[in-house]
């Protein structure tokens, strides 16, 4: 069976001592009340993330992450970081092309293709954002884009580097807007990455891939979302800033 895995991305947003209460509240209602459920993964600034991986250790359902990481190894790059480090930091996955970074920081999908690589050279988990803007839906030309953005990121890899790989579906027009996909839209639309996979590889790579549903998820629409064949998780952003938000969405998937 294929891994759920909700990831709490808190974009830059939290002081270190807010980070820390966080998720020591969250780390004992995930404990208490819904362990085994679902991997939880806590994307904070990278800052935190050393941190929180202590705070984490003995949570076996909990892992930690970067919400970018640079596509080179090491050298003369000011105020990157690189993908060793984040698991010196004791990090396991790190985001790529979350929409923010496409749109502010002009992040292309061959850049992306290479942080892809960068990630999998340490053996961590990249989550691969895709998603379509409300100009390209309302036009009708979202499945080429998320084929151009899957095709481009990912298909340079082998099978057996796709097994560590998570991609996250995030039509733009759904984050942060309160805005979300319904269950129909994302369905049909993880369906159709799914079978891209299954065209590229094969049926059990695509099978076992986990791919998440983000953009305004919350504690009352995440169970019908889970409820979909092919929506294995979320991406959360906002409803990831407060413990109780976050683990009701971990609870929905139980
Ligand atoms: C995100 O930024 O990845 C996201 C899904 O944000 P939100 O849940 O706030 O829409």
Known sequence: MRKKIIAGNWKMNKSYDEGMALVSELSNMVKDEYHGSAQVVIIPPALYINALSRMTADFSNI?????????????AYTGEISAAMVKSCGGKYIIIGHSERRQYFGE?????????????AENLNPIYCVGETLEEREGNTHFEVLKTQVSEGLFHLSAEQMASVVIAYEPVWAIGTGKTASTQQAQEVHA?????????????????????????VKADNAAELFAAPDIDGALVGGAALQSRSFADIVKAMA
């Open 63 to 75: 892992s930690t992450g970067a919400q970018n990481c640079s596509n080179h190894v090491s050298g």
């Open 108 to 120: 292309t999908n061959d850049w992306l293709a290479k942080k892809i690589d960068a990630v999998l």
């Open 192 to 216: 159709f990455i799914r079978n891209l996979v299954k065209e590229k590889y094969n049926e059990t790579v695509a099978d076992n891939l986990t791919i998440q549903y983000g953009g305004s």
